[in-house]
């Protein structure tokens, strides 16, 4: 018999090496039916995760992922500092492309801050 102060305590049939050290097994060899039950609900949160996935990086997403991002790695067109990075993000705010400059123009735009936002 194990310590008299532990809160565990393990005795019956139930109990094996495999039970303590793999947390899995019953002492037959069975898996226990919690772990069936967490397998079964992580094979369905993967699937749906899954489904998610494939509806988000359509063959759409995908091309246009490969247009921007693996094009401007290719061709090298990455930022390489904090200054360029701030340059970058003024010459946008300043001139924007021809998708933001039509939004911008538009006062009741989503994408603009009041001009009062950052006002105390």
């Known amino acids: 018999?194990?310590?008299?102060?532990?809160?565990?305590?393990?005795?019956?049939?139930?109990?094996s090496f495999?039970?303590?050290?793999?947390?899995?097994?019953?002492s037959n060899g069975e898996l226990c039916e919690m772990v069936k039950k967490r397998e079964r609900w992580w094979v369905k949160h993967l699937m749906e995760r899954a489904e998610q996935t494939a509806e988000t990086y359509n063959v759409d997403m995908a091309t246009k992922i490969h247009n921007t991002t693996y094009k401007?790695?290719?061709?090298?067109?990455?930022?390489?500092?904090?200054?360029?990075?701030?340059?970058?993000?003024?010459?946008?705010?300043?001139?924007?492309?021809?998708?933001?400059?039509?939004?911008?123009q538009n006062p009741e735009s989503e994408w603009e801050l009041p001009r009062t936002y950052f006002d105390g």
């Open 1 to 15: 018999m194990g310590p008299q102060d532990s809160a565990i305590h393990f005795t019956g049939d139930e109990i």
């Open 18 to 26: 495999n039970r303590i050290f793999y947390c899995s097994k019953k």
């Open 72 to 104: 401007t790695t290719i061709e090298r067109n990455l930022i390489p500092d904090r200054e360029a990075l701030t340059t970058r993000i003024g010459s946008m705010i300043k001139s924007p492309n021809s998708t933001w400059a039509e939004k911008k």
